[in-house]
């Protein structure tokens, strides 16, 4: 085991001189090959994390979404739909909800506003998210202008700001009274936004959903289900820019991997056909050669996974953040929970060591093959 | 300092930041459950449907309840223009509905 141990010990020794020996191209492609893996774990981790936390924020999601849709657009739903929901069997809560968007000409942003429930927040008074405390400057106590449908202009006092832990779900929101949003918005008493529907069973949800189809035609139904399967799917690998980065990415490493299987420079060659000449045996320097592609590989494997978690967990996705900001004026600061697992880290093992370090193997197996005269020639 | 030595060293010392890194993940997990549990309390109570990730635009606020229309709201012919509109994919229920025609 010990002289096992040893003859690894004095190959490594070799292959690090012999790495050392073109040092600028070994450095750089290092540094390509640790990008490529940066990026590809921060997307694994960033995607997952997010689909992960979105499917536990939204377990607790309305069951069903009730819109009223008038060609083919969202509309306000009249309360009077809520008795006729009611008389069907096995549901056990319709409630309407007030929300909807306010452009602030300020900043330039868009709000959600919710009213909240009766009792929550007085007259006059609103909660608002971290995110437009940010944009407005606004604090508990301040004062903020709201231009009402009619153009008068109302101002309502921050009563609460909303904690910060909770910015992935409320960095725009503004919670207000009822009367207070039916007097901005002009919406009359007898309308909601939508309805949202408990039922008592879960497993009679879609015939609950089928019959509320049936009964109010001009209604869309909305299931959890469906709410909980679009952040699964918004971030899937099909997605949009995850494709993109995924595919340039794919294309880095099977330059990587073309570079390699395509043949060994003239120097490479040489080298080999010396060791040879000098009484190297061929699993020696298939030997040298593995460890030349692990040594790139894991060096470049470990920095990349590990610079990953500090850029996903640690800077909140600081590179990510450009692009998922897009245009918006309101961002919302939020540290992801890591949900991370050893299958990933053991799935890009296996993308990425792997293919490499065969692919450094095989031109060298057939190098070392030949005859080391013709080699050195 | 033999050349090996100096490598294995700089691998294991990885491999040790790469256990403490699942050991930190599963800590933060834990230390961060409280703050999750008030994010579900917050959807729970207000009857919360999305995420604020993107809020350039309504669909891309509230992804969950963007109807047909939205990314075609300001003539017929204007066709998704927001970053974030090509970040992320249509919901399931609009794909499903369009996937006869596609």
């Given at each position: 085991?010990?002289?096992w141990?040893?003859?690894q010990?004095?190959?490594i020794?070799?292959?690090?001189?012999?790495l050392?020996r073109?040092?600028?191209?070994?450095?750089?492609?290092i540094?390509?090959?640790s990008?490529?893996i940066?990026v590809?774990?921060?997307?694994?981790?960033?995607?997952?994390?997010?689909?992960?936390?979105?499917?536990?924020i939204l377990?607790?999601?309305?069951?069903?979404?009730?819109?009223?849709?008038?060609?083919?657009?969202h509309?306000?739903i009249?309360l009077?739909?809520?008795n006729?929901?009611r008389?069907?069997?096995?549901?056990?809560a319709v409630?309407?909800?007030?929300?909807?968007y306010?452009y602030?000409p300020i900043?330039g942003?868009?709000?959600?506003?919710?009213a909240?429930?009766?009792?929550?927040l007085?007259p006059?008074?609103?909660?608002?998210?971290?995110?437009i405390?940010?944009?407005?400057?606004a604090?508990?106590?301040?004062?903020l202008?709201f231009?009402?449908?009619?153009?008068?202009?109302v101002?309502?006092?921050?009563k609460?700001?909303l904690?910060s832990?909770?910015e992935?779900v409320?960095?725009d929101?503004?919670?207000i009274?009822?009367?207070d949003?039916r007097?901005?918005?002009?919406?009359?008493?007898?309308?909601?936004t939508?309805?949202?529907?408990?039922v008592?069973n879960?497993?009679e949800?879609?015939?609950i959903?089928?019959?509320?189809?049936?009964?109010?035609?001009?209604?869309?139904?909305i299931?959890?289900d469906?709410i909980?399967?679009t952040?699964?799917a918004?971030?899937?690998?099909r997605?949009?820019m995850?494709?993109?980065?995924?595919?340039?990415a794919?294309?880095?490493?099977i330059?990587?991997?073309?570079?390699?299987a395509?043949?060994?420079?003239?120097e490479?060659?040489?080298?080999?056909?010396i060791?040879k000449?000098?009484?190297?045996?061929?699993?020696?320097?298939?030997?040298?050669?593995?460890w030349?592609?692990?040594v790139?590989?894991?060096?470049?494997?470990?920095?990349?996974?590990?610079?990953?978690?500090?850029h996903?967990?640690?800077t909140?996705?600081?590179?990510?953040?450009?692009?998922?900001k897009g245009w918006?004026?309101?961002?919302p600061?939020?540290?992801?929970?890591?949900?991370?697992?050893?299958?990933?880290v053991v799935a890009?093992f296996f993308?990425t060591?792997?293919p490499?370090t065969v692919?450094?193997?095989i031109?060298?197996?057939?190098?070392?093959?030949?005859?080391?005269?013709?080699?050195?020639? | 300092m033999?050349?090996s030595s100096?490598?294995?060293?700089?691998?294991?010392?990885?491999?040790?930041?790469?256990f403490f890194?699942?050991?930190?993940?599963?800590?933060?997990?834990?230390a961060?459950?409280?703050?999750?549990?008030?994010?579900?309390?917050?959807?729970?109570?207000?009857?919360?449907?999305?995420?604020?990730?993107?809020t350039?635009?309504?669909?891309?606020?509230?992804?969950?309840?963007?109807?047909?229309?939205?990314p075609f709201?300001?003539?017929?012919?204007?066709?998704?223009?927001?970053?974030?509109?090509?970040?992320?994919?249509?919901?399931?229920?609009i794909?499903?509905?369009?996937g006869?025609?596609?």
């Amino acid at each position: 085991m010990v002289k096992w141990i040893d003859r690894q010990r004095n190959i490594i020794d070799f292959t690090l001189s012999s790495l050392f020996r073109r040092k600028g191209k070994n450095t750089a492609l290092i540094a390509v090959y640790s990008l490529v893996i940066f990026v590809l774990a921060s997307v694994v981790f960033f995607t997952y994390s997010i689909k992960k936390e979105a499917s536990l924020i939204l377990k607790d999601a309305p069951e069903i979404v009730l819109q009223r849709l008038v060609a083919g657009r969202h509309e306000l739903i009249p309360l009077s739909y809520m008795n006729r929901i009611r008389e069907i069997k096995g549901v056990s809560a319709v409630k309407g909800r007030l929300w909807g968007y306010y452009y602030d000409p300020i900043v330039g942003a868009n709000y959600t506003m919710i009213a909240a429930e009766d009792g929550h927040l007085p007259p006059g008074r609103i909660a608002i998210g971290q995110g437009i405390s940010r944009a407005r400057l606004a604090f508990e106590g301040d004062t903020l202008e709201f231009k009402k449908h009619d153009g008068v202009l109302v101002h309502l006092e921050v009563k609460d700001i909303l904690s910060s832990g909770s910015e992935l779900v409320s960095s725009d929101l503004i919670l207000i009274s009822e009367d207070d949003f039916r007097a901005l918005f002009g919406t009359s008493k007898d309308y909601a936004t939508d309805l949202t529907v408990g039922v008592m069973n879960a497993r009679e949800l879609l015939t609950i959903a089928g019959k509320i189809a049936e009964r109010l035609p001009d209604t869309r139904v909305i299931l959890k289900d469906e709410i909980l399967r679009t952040y699964d799917a918004v971030f899937n690998w099909r997605g949009g820019m995850l494709i993109v980065i995924l595919l340039g990415a794919l294309l880095a490493f099977i330059i990587f991997a073309w570079d390699k299987a395509s043949g060994l420079s003239q120097e490479e060659r040489r080298e080999i056909g010396i060791l040879k000449a000098i009484g190297w045996e061929t699993s020696d320097v298939i030997l040298m050669k593995f460890w030349e592609g692990m040594v790139i590989s894991l060096s470049s494997f470990l920095t990349g996974v590990l610079l990953a978690y500090v850029h996903i967990f640690f800077t909140s996705s600081m590179l990510f953040e450009p692009v998922l900001k897009g245009w918006a004026v309101l961002y919302p600061h939020f540290k992801l929970i890591p949900f991370i697992d050893a299958s990933q880290v053991v799935a890009l093992f296996f993308l990425t060591v792997v293919p490499y370090t065969v692919a450094t193997i095989i031109p060298s197996w057939r190098a070392a093959t030949v005859d080391p005269d013709s080699v050195m020639r | 300092m033999r050349r090996s030595s100096l490598f294995l060293i700089y691998l294991a010392l990885n491999v040790v930041l790469l256990f403490f890194m699942f050991v930190h993940a599963s800590y933060q997990r834990e230390a961060d459950a409280r703050i999750l549990a008030e994010k579900t309390e917050m959807v729970k109570r207000l009857q919360l449907t999305d995420l604020c990730l993107f809020t350039e635009a309504s669909y891309t606020r509230h992804l969950s309840m963007a109807d047909l229309h939205t990314p075609f709201q300001d003539s017929p012919m204007s066709l998704e223009h927001f970053p974030s509109g090509s970040l992320v994919m249509p919901p399931e229920s609009i794909r499903k509905m369009n996937g006869k025609v596609d």
